[in-house]
C-alpha cells in the first residue's frame, strides 16, 4: 500500500490563514511604527478580523464540509460561533485603547498576541480532532497567559499569570492524560472515528472510558471555570489589567463552549448519560458557589469573575440536558452572555484613568449623577445578568430552563432559579451604588471619553435590551446549528 | 372608528416611549420634562377610554385583541387582548399615572426628568401586563416594572430607602422565578405560552398543587398577604409619595389579577382543595393586620397595614367561591364575591391613592410622617382636611363610598358559605373604622398642637385638582357601582362556569 498524499481542501480554512496572514503582517508593521501612529496597529488589527469575518462568511457552506482528513469542520456551528468570536474582539480592542495608552501597554504586542488568541479560538472552534482542540487551546491559552503579563511592573498581575499558567498547564496535562487513555483504547484521535470505537468498545472498557472521560470533563471543566476547578478564575480576572480581564471574560468562553460541544457532544456522545452527571453536580456547584461568594466581594472584577462562575453554570444547565434544544439555548446563552460581560468590563474601562484605576465597587458610587448615560449603560448589563425582563438575560435564562424541564429535571430548574435570585442581590447591589450613593467628592470629573467607543458600547448595551425583545434570529442560528 | 386601530397596542407603548422621550428631554429645562410627561399621561388616559366606551358588555370573549408571532422557537405571541376584569384595572392605571404625575408637578427637583419617565415607562409595563395574553409577554411585564419602581424608591425614597427597596425586589423577584419555572413547564405540556391553552390544559391533581403554589407565591407575595406582606409597610414609608400610590393603587392588583388570570381557571381543582389556606390568610390579614394598623404611629404605615387588610377582602372573595358553590347557594353568590373582589381592588385603589396623597401633601409642608407631630390640621387646612375626613370614611368603608360596596358584596356572599367566616371578615368594618378614624382624630381634629401646624398653609389648585378628581371617582364608584359591575358580569360568569368543572 502506497500512502499517497492527498491535497486537502484548503478553502474552509480560508478565515483561520487569513487571520494568520495578516497577523504576521502586524506584527512586522508594527516594527517600523513610532508610537504616536501606534493607532495604526489597532486600525489593522480591526481590519483583521474584519476579514476574518468577511471570509467566514464568505466560505460559510449549506451543510458541513470537513477538510484536513475530517480533523477540521466548518459547519454552521462553527460559522455562527467564530464570528461571534470575532465580533467581541473588534469590541475587546477597541475598549481598551485608551486604557492602554493610560498605563503604558499602548504596544503592538498586545494586538498581535490577541490576534493569535483568537486565531487559537478560532482552531478550536472548528477543531474535530484530540489533536487540532489541544493545538488551539495551547494557542489561546499562551497568548492569554503573556497578555496577563503584559503590564510586567505589576506585580499582582504577574502574579495571577504565574498562576493562570500553572493551573492552565495542569488543565492541559489532564486533558491531555484523558486523550491519551481514548487513544489507547480507540486507536485514533479524530472524533467521528472516535464516536463510532467508543459506540463499538463500550461493552468492553466501560471503566477506562469512564475514567478517561472523567479527565476530558476535568480538563474542560478547568478551562471554562467551573466549580470546583475555578479557583484560578477571580485571581485572574482581579489581577490581570482590566483590559486583558475584559478579554478573558467574553471571547474564550465562546471557544469553551465550542470545544465542549465538540469533545462531549460530537466525540462523546454515547457517553452522555456519564457526562451529563457529571455536569449536573458541576452546573449545581457553579450556581451556587459563585452566586454566593459574588455577594461578598468589594472588588468589581473579583465579583464578575463569580458572576461568571454562576452563568458557566447555567451554560453547562443546557449542556446537560443532551437534547438539541438544550445545545442551541447553551450556545444562545454562551453569545449573548459575552455581549454583556463586554459592557460590564467596558464600563469599567472607560471609567479607569490614569491615576485611578476603578475597580472597587464602591468606586461606582453616584455615577448616575457624574455620567447617567454610562450608569444607565452598566444598568442594563447588570439587569441582564440578573435575567430581568426585557433583556435578553432573562430570554437566555428561559431558554435554558425551556431545555431543563423539557427533559424533566424539573427540580434542577427550581434550584437554578432559586440560586438566580440569590445573583440578582449582587447585581441590584452595583445599580444601588450607582444610583442610590453620592459620589465621592474626589470622583464629580466627568470622563472624557473617545466617540468611538462610546458609540460601540451604546450599541453593544442597547442590543441586549433588543436582542431581548427580539431573541429570534439569534435564536434561529443557534438552533440551525444543531439541527 | 377605532375598530382597526392596534388600541391596545397604543396605550402600552404610548408611555414608554412617552417616558424615553422625557429622558432624553433631561434636566436642564426644568419644565420641560414634566409639562412632556403630563401630555404623554393625559394621551395616554384618553387612549383608554375607547377601551371602556367601545367595550361589548355582552360578551366574555377577549376584545380588542391583537396577536402576532413574536419568537417562533417557542411558539411566544405578542397576544394582547382585554376582558371585563382587565379593562377596569387598565382604565385605573391611566387615571392613576395622571394624577401622579399632577402631584410631583413641583414637589420632585431632584432629577425631575427620570422620576417622571419611571412613572411612565412603569404605566405602560403595567397596562402590558393587564392585557398580555401571552404568558411569556406577561410574565415580561410583570418583571419590567419592577426596574422602574426599584429606582423610584431608591433615589426618591426616605431615609431607610435603600433596605426598603432591595427587599421590595427580591421578594417579588423570588415570588416570580417559581411561576416561571410553572410556566414553563405547561409549555412542555401543551406547546404554547397562550394563557387559554394553560386554561383548557389537562392537568392531575398533583401537577395543579404544584403550580397553583408556584402561582401563589408569586401573586401572594404581589397583594400582599399575611406572611408574606412584610417588604409592603417598608415599601410604603420610604418610597416618594407617587410611588406609594402606584405601588397602592395598582401594583397590588397584579397580584389579584393574577389569582384571577392564572390561578382559578388554570388549577381549579387545587384552587378547590386549598382555599382554606387562602381563605385564612385572608382573614387573617383583615383581622389581624387590622390590629397592628390600629397601633402605627406612622401615617404611611398605617395605610400601608389597612392596604393588606383590604386586599385580604379582595383574595378572600376571590377564594370563597366554592364554598359558595358547594353550599346550594350557586353560581349567584359565588359570582357577587368574585364582583365583590373586583370592585374592592379598583375601589381601593381610589382610596388608598388619595390617602396616600393627603398624607403626601402634609409631609411636603411639615417633613413629617408621624401622627404625634400632627393635630388640629383641620383649623389651619380646611378644605384639605374635608378632603382627607372624605377619603378616611371611605377607607373605613361608609356606604355612598366606593370602599363600602366591595366590602359589602363579599360580606355579603361569605355569609352563603359560612357564618364564622363572615363574621371575622365583618370585623374590619369595625377595625377599619377603628384605625382610620382614630388617625384622623389625632391628626385632623383637636387644638392646633404646635407651631409647625399652625404655620401651616391650605391646598393649592394642583393639590385640590387632584384630591378632587380622586374624590368624584369615589363617590361616583359609591354611588352608582353598575357600569363596573356591569363590564365584568360576563367575564366573570364565564369565569366560573369554567372553574365549576374539574379539570383532572
Known amino acids: ?483 | 372608528m377605532y375598530a382597526d386601530w392596534p388600541l391596545l397596542s397604543l396605550v402600552v407603548w404610548t408611555p414608554i416611549f412617552g417616558g424615553i422621550l422625557v429622558l432624553l428631554a433631561g434636566d436642564k429645562e426644568p419644565s420641560g420634562a414634566r409639562k412632556i410627561a403630563l401630555v404623554v399621561s393625559i394621551v395616554t388616559f384618553l387612549l383608554t377610554l375607547p377601551l371602556y366606551s367601545q367595550f361589548n358588555t355582552e360578551t366574555h370573549l377577549m376584545q380588542f385583541v391583537e396577536r402576532q408571532d413574536w419568537i417562533a422557537a417557542f411558539n411566544i405571541e405578542y397576544y394582547l387582548g382585554i376582558d371585563g376584569i382587565s379593562m377596569p384595572l387598565i382604565l385605573l392605571t391611566s387615571f392613576t399615572t395622571v394624577i401622579v404625575v399632577i402631584s410631583a408637578w413641583d414637589v420632585i427637583q431632584y432629577r425631575a426628568s427620570q422620576y417622571f419617565a419611571a412613572f411612565l415607562i412603569m404605566e405602560g409595563f403595567m397596562i402590558g401586563t393587564f392585557s398580555a395574553l401571552d404568558s411569556i409577554l406577561f410574565y415580561i411585564f410583570f418583571e419590567a416594572m419592577l426596574i422602574p419602581m426599584f429606582l423610584v424608591i431608591g433615589i426618591w425614597g426616605g431615609v431607610n430607602r435603600i433596605y426598603a427597596t432591595l427587599k421590595f425586589f427580591l421578594y417579588t423577584f423570588i415570588g416570580s422565578v417559581l411561576m416561571l419555572v410553572a410556566l414553563i413547564y405547561m409549555y412542555t405540556q401543551s406547546g404554547s405560552f397562550a394563557i387559554f391553552d394553560f386554561h383548557h390544559l389537562k392537568l392531575n391533581l398533583t401537577e395543579q398543587v404544584l403550580i397553583f403554589l408556584a402561582f401563589l407565591v408569586a401573586f401572594a407575595v404581589k397583594v400582599p398577604m399575611w406572611p408574606v406582606h412584610t417588604w409592603l409597610p417598608d415599601a410604603h414609608v420610604e418610597a416618594p409619595t407617587g410611588g406609594s400610590v402606584i405601588l397602592a393603587a395598582i401594583m397590588l392588583k397584579i397580584g389579584g389579577y393574577g389569582f384571577l388570570r392564572f390561578s382559578l381557571p388554570i388549577t381549579p381543582d387545587a384552587s378547590a382543595e386549598l382555599d382554606w389556606l387562602i381563605i385564612t390568610m385572608s382573614l387573617t390579614a383583615v383581622v389581624y393586620i387590622g390590629f397592628v394598623a390600629l397601633v402605627q404611629r406612622d401615617m404611611k404605615k398605617l395605610i400601608a397595614y389597612s392596604s393588606i387588610a383590604h386586599m385580604g377582602f379582595v383574595t378572600l372573595g376571590f377564594f370563597i367561591v366554592f364554598r359558595i358553590m358547594n353550599s346550594g347557594y350557586g353560581d349567584q353568590g359565588a359570582a357577587l364575591a368574585l364582583e365583590g373582589g373586583m370592585v374592592q381592588m379598583v375601589s381601593h385603589g381610589f382610596i388608598s391613592g388619595a390617602m396616600f396623597l393627603c398624607v403626601g401633601v402634609m409631609y411636603d409642608r411639615m417633613h413629617s410622617r408621624q401622627i404625634a407631630d400632627y393635630g388640629g390640621v383641620a383649623n389651619t387646612m380646611p378644605v384639605f382636611a374635608a378632603f382627607m375626613v372624605f377619603f378616611a370614611m371611605a377607607n373605613a368603608g361608609l356606604p355612598g363610598t366606593s370602599g363600602f360596596v366591595g366590602e359589602f358584596m363579599v360580606i355579603l356572599a361569605s355569609f352563603k358559605a359560612s357564618f364564622w367566616i363572615a363574621f371575622l371578615a365583618a370585623l374590619t368594618l369595625i377595625l377599619g373604622a377603628a384605625y382610620t378614624l382614630w388617625m384622623i382624630k389625632r391628626v385632623i381634629f383637636g387644638e392646633v398642637a404646635n407651631d409647625n401646624v399652625a404655620a401651616l398653609s391650605d391646598i393649592n389648585k394642583r393639590e385640590f385638582l387632584f384630591l378632587a378628581l380622586l374624590a368624584l371617582a369615589v363617590l361616583g364608584l359609591g354611588l352608582w357601582p353598575d357600569p363596573l359591575v356591569e363590564v365584568m358580569h360576563p367575564t366573570i360568569d364565564n369565569l366560573l362556569n369554567h372553574i365549576a368543572n374539574p379539570k383532572i
Open chain 1, 1 to 483: 500500500m502506497t500512502a499517497e498524499f492527498m491535497q486537502p481542501d484548503l478553502m474552509p480554512a480560508l478565515p483561520e490563514m487569513v487571520m494568520l496572514a495578516m497577523t504576521c503582517l502586524v506584527l512586522v508593521v508594527d516594527l517600523f511604527l513610532p508610537q504616536e501612529k501606534r493607532g495604526f496597529t489597532l486600525l489593522l488589527s480591526i481590519a483583521t478580523l474584519a476579514l476574518a469575518i468577511a471570509a467566514v462568511i464568505a466560505v460559510a457552506p449549506v451543510t458541513a464540509v470537513s477538510s484536513f482528513g475530517g480533523s477540521f469542520v466548518l459547519d454552521q456551528l462553527a460559522v455562527v460561533l467564530k464570528i461571534a468570536t470575532c465580533g467581541v474582539t473588534i469590541l475587546v480592542f477597541v475598549y481598551s485603547r485608551d486604557y492602554l495608552a493610560d498605563n503604558d501597554m499602548y504596544k503592538g504586542e498586545y494586538y498581535v498576541l490577541g490576534l493569535f488568541a483568537t486565531l487559537g479560538m478560532m482552531i478550536m472552534i472548528s477543531a474535530h480532532s484530540f489533536l487540532l482542540i489541544y493545538l488551539g487551546l495551547e494557542l489561546l491559552s499562551l497568548a492569554l497567559y503573556a497578555m496577563i503579563a503584559f503590564n510586567r511592573n505589576s506585580p499582582s498581575a504577574s502574579e495571577a499569570a504565574m498562576k493562570y499558567f500553572v493551573l492552565g498547564a495542569m488543565a492541559s496535562g489532564l486533558l491531555l492524560y484523558g486523550i491519551s487513555i481514548f487513544y489507547g483504547i480507540t486507536g485514533t484521535l479524530d472524533l467521528n472515528q472516535l464516536s463510532a470505537a467508543v459506540n463499538s468498545q463500550l461493552s468492553q472498557h466501560p471503566i477506562a472510558l469512564g475514567f478517561a472521560l472523567t479527565f476530558i470533563v476535568v480538563g474542560l471543566c478547568f478551562k471554562l471555570g467551573a466549580v470546583p476547578f475555578h479557583m484560578w478564575l477571580p485571581d485572574v480576572y482581579q489581577g490581570a489589567p482590566t483590559s486583558v480581564t475584559l478579554f478573558i471574560g467574553t471571547a474564550p468562553k465562546i471557544a469553551g463552549f465550542a470545544m465542549a460541544i465538540r469533545l462531549l457532544v460530537d466525540g462523546l456522545g454515547d457517553l452522555q448519560v456519564d457526562w451529563s452527571q457529571m455536569l449536573t453536580v458541576l452546573a449545581i456547584a457553579s450556581m451556587a458557589l459563585g452566586n454566593i461568594i459574588a455577594i461578598a466581594q468589594t472588588n468589581f472584577k473579583r465579583m464578575l469573575a463569580y458572576s461568571t462562575i454562576s452563568h458557566v453554570g447555567f451554560i453547562l444547565l443546557g449542556l446537560l440536558s443532551t437534547t438539541a434544544n438544550g445545545y442551541a439555548s447553551a450556545m444562545f446563552y454562551t453569545i449573548t452572555y459575552t455581549l454583556t460581560a463586554a459592557v460590564a468590563f467596558g464600563v469599567l474601562l472607560v471609567l479607569n484613568r490614569k491615576g485611578c484605576e476603578a475597580e472597587n465597587i464602591g468606586d461606582l458610587s453616584g455615577l448616575n449623577d457624574s455620567n447617567p448615560w454610562y450608569a444607565a449603560l452598566l444598568a442594563i448589563a447588570m439587569f441582564s445578568m440578573a435575567g430581568v425582563p426585557p433583556t435578553v438575560g432573562f430570554y437566555a435564562k428561559l431558554t435554558v430552563l425551556q431545555a431543563v424541564i423539557q427533559v424533566d429535571l424539573l427540580g434542577l430548574a427550581v434550584v437554578a432559579v432559586l440560586f438566580s435570585v440569590i445573583g440578582l442581590f449582587y447585581y441590584l447591589r452595583v445599580i444601588k451604588v450607582m444610583y442610590f450613593d453620592k459620589p465621592a467628592a474626589e470622583q464629580t470629573t466627568t470622563i472624557k471619553e473617545a466617540l468611538d467607543v462610546k458609540v460601540l458600547l451604546s450599541a453593544n448595551s442597547l442590543s441586549l435590551i433588543l436582542l431581548g425583545v427580539f431573541p429570534s434570529s439569534l435564536m434561529a442560528y443557534c438552533i440551525l446549528a444543531f439541527s
